[in-house]
């Protein structure tokens, strides 16, 4: 059930809900990986105003959409990175999680650009579609990884909202294809170049600002790729490879045959939505010279 927040957000939940005073401490503060993975999450739902103010001049004049995006997307992702922040702060007292976030803002802001977004309206959504697979499935498997009580409900409450915008987007996308009579050729393309596009450049410039903070003159690129081997390994046992499929599928409304023919090549696309451990909202990116 929707809540109304001050703001006028609608929220299913809010942040003081959550036992921050309840953490398990000893369950989780040694777990260096995931301390980079919590807070560099923080960080690009936290950017989620960047990402909305684009994809509102987008969709300009869709006033359905739009009203959706303003009222509950944004304070929804916002709120998801304020309550990572709170958790990381409440874990990790030393990170000075300001100044970290002052520098990943400093140097992946001025990366997100309108240019980015897809060819057509129903396009973009049926990409966007993919993005909230990615976010979605991402906070389903941290879910399942984790131990600490209080980083599963964070983790759970997070992932149904992820669930409920795929949800969203999906319905907006279903009255673009109408319009813009998409094939399935053209969305397939669509999900299949956003699925190839998806990196890491968010996480990356996550890990760095992070990393810059807590071991200034260190080979970062060294230390992030070691990072990204050992999370990759962690998760790939835990990752909803099944869930992934058939989120990715919905928008080409296929028949049960054809989804049996597809099932292989979407799982080589879950594959790719956990290579990229994609957090959050970012658009498609250039590589940054790290890769
Ligand atoms: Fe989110
Ligand atoms: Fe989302």
């Excluded at 909305?52 to 998801?80: K, M, S, V």
Aim: aromatic share 12%; hydrophobic share 40%; with cysteine.
């Amino acid at each position: 059930m929707a809540t109304y927040g001050s703001s006028g957000a609608i929220l299913r939940w809010f942040i003081d809900d959550l036992p921050f005073d309840k953490i398990e401490r000893e369950r989780i503060a040694g777990d260096t990986d995931l301390f980079y993975f919590l807070a560099g999450a923080s960080f690009v739902e936290i950017t989620s105003d960047l990402y909305t103010r684009i994809l509102l001049e987008y969709f300009e004049g869709d006033a359905a959409l739009t009203d959706w995006l303003r009222h509950e997307w944004e304070p929804q992702e916002l709120q998801h990175g304020a309550a990572l922040r709170r958790y990381v702060e409440t874990v990790w007292p030393e990170f000075d999680w300001t100044a970290a976030y002052e520098d990943f803002r400093r140097a992946y802001g001025p990366l997100c650009k309108a240019e980015l977004l897809g060819p057509t309206r129903g396009l973009e959504l049926a990409s966007r579609c993919v993005v909230e697979t990615g976010t979605a499935t991402i906070y389903s498997m941290i879910r399942d990884l984790t131990e600490e009580p209080v980083l599963r409900q964070l983790a759970t409450l997070i992932r149904t909202d992820e669930v409920s915008h795929y949800g969203q987007f999906f319905k907006h996308f279903k009255r673009y294809r109408g319009d813009e009579g998409l094939s399935r050729t053209r969305i397939l393309r669509a999900l299949w170049s956003r699925l190839a596009e998806i990196d890491d450049e968010d996480v990356w410039y996550a890990f760095r600002s992070i990393y810059n903070l807590m071991a200034p003159g260190a080979d970062i690129a060294a230390a992030y790729r070691h990072y990204r081997l050992r999370a990759h390994e962690r998760m790939r046992a835990c990752y909803p490879y099944d869930m992934a499929a058939t989120m990715l599928l919905k928008p080409l409304a296929l028949n049960w045959q054809l989804q049996r023919l597809a099932t292989p090549i979407l799982a080589i696309g879950a594959r790719q939505l956990l290579r990229g451990t994609r957090l959050s909202n970012r658009l498609t990116l250039p590589r940054d010279p790290h890769a």
